[in-house]
Nanobody
């Protein structure tokens, strides 16, 4: 079994900051790419940011330099530092990871259950 557990969501005023964390645990041989997605109310899930095992990053256009994705490979954890938050950032944020399992040796995508981020105006 592999689990992704997110934490760090909550309610914040516009202009504020939050830091999301997502830890992968279980039957893991290697954690490959990791990322954050979000699903605003009434909308489809969308990419926020991704990071490779080597640290290369990619961001959605709407991030506009406000968010930073990072990871700690020793802890199998990915972070999303969100600054200058806007009401339109309100969404459920999901962690995603491509993981090679230890046994049987298989590579799959995994998702966390999501953490709510609400930005008030």
């Amino acid at each position: 079994q592999v689990q992704l557990v997110e934490s760090g969501g909550g309610l914040v005023q516009a202009g504020g900051s939050l830091r999301l964390s997502c830890a992968a645990s279980g039957n893991i041989f290697r954690v490959n790419g990791m990322g954050w997605y979000r699903q605003p109310p009434g909308k489809q899930r969308e990419l926020v940011a991704t990071i490779t095992s080597g640290g290369s990053t990619n961001y959605a256009d709407f991030v506009e330099g406000r968010f930073t994705i990072s990871r700690d490979n020793a802890k199998n954890t990915v972070y999303l530092q969100m600054n200058s938050l806007k009401p339109e950032d309100t969404a459920v944020y999901y962690c995603n990871a491509n993981i090679s399992r230890l046994f049987p040796r298989r590579e799959s995508d995994y998702w966390g259950r999501g953490t709510q981020v609400t930005v008030s105006s």
